[in-house]
């Protein structure tokens, strides 16, 4: 069980630059979620997935798009990055709405 | 709107201490609370997961508690070990299968 991936671990984008960030969960979990983590901030919950094929926004959602197309994946793009998205990016999941919730390792993205 | 708040911000005591760190909430209706720790430069790591109807819950050293009704939940950590030094965060669950987490307080504790 590898538990919650992300890829990739690190990444550094010039201002205007799309990427996407990955996150997998091999448990079968039916909820992830997308949060960013900035000093002095805490976490921040981006979009969140209760299930394949939705997803719905958080606290902090401007200038992400995010996909879940399959169960066990749920993407995080930014269309055109901005310095102010410099930040640690963890997903995370959990099987029910009420049950714990496991987090990945984090990206640390830089936007210069 | 619900907010969480930890107290000590950062906390440093010598090893072999018992320690207590707290998290209040500011709205009572959740379903339940989850410890976390966040070594530096890594992920959040789950502690401990308390439900709503229960008043604690123990693991080994660690040992949390909730009174739901004040909006307060404590994490007491029993001899401590500088390998417990870590960012210790706490995380209501509300009605929107959302959690709400505190800022976290640092922990360090001195060999």
């Known amino acids: 069980n590898a538990g919650v991936t992300q890829t990739p671990k690190f990444r550094v984008l010039k201002t205007g630059q799309s990427m996407t960030l990955l996150c997998a969960q091999d448990?079968?979990?039916?909820?992830m979620y997308w949060y960013r983590q900035d000093p002095g901030m805490g976490l921040r919950l981006i979009h969140y997935?209760?299930?394949?094929?939705?997803?719905a926004k958080g606290e902090v959602p401007d200038g992400y798009n995010v996909s879940r197309l399959k169960k066990q994946n749920f993407l995080l793009g930014l269309e055109s990055a901005a310095p102010s998205q410099t930040s640690v990016y963890f997903c995370?999941?959990?099987?029910?709405?009420?049950?714990?919730?496991?987090f990945g390792p984090g990206t640390r993205l830089t936007v210069t | 709107k619900q907010e969480v708040t930890q107290i000590p911000a950062a906390l440093s005591v010598p090893e072999g201490e018992n320690l207590v760190l707290n998290c209040s909430f500011t709205?009572?209706?959740?379903?339940?609370l989850q410890w976390f720790r966040q070594d530096p430069g890594k992920g959040l790591t789950s502690l401990l997961l308390?439900?709503?109807?229960?008043r604690e819950q123990t693991s080994g050293r660690l040992n949390a508690s909730l009174d739901k009704s004040s909006g307060r939940s404590t994490l007491y950590i029993a001899a401590s070990q500088p390998g417990d030094s870590a960012t210790y965060l706490c995380?209501?669950?509300?009605?929107?299968?959302?959690?709400?987490f505190g800022k976290g307080t640092l922990l360090t504790v001195n060999p």
């Open positions: 995370a999941s959990r099987e029910g709405g009420f049950e714990e919730q496991y």
């Open positions: 448990m079968n979990h039916e909820y």
């Open positions: 997935s209760v299930g394949e094929g939705t997803t």
């Open positions: 709205d009572s209706a959740i379903y339940n």
């Open positions: 308390i439900q709503s109807s229960q």
């Open positions: 995380a209501v669950a509300g009605s929107n299968y959302k959690l709400t």
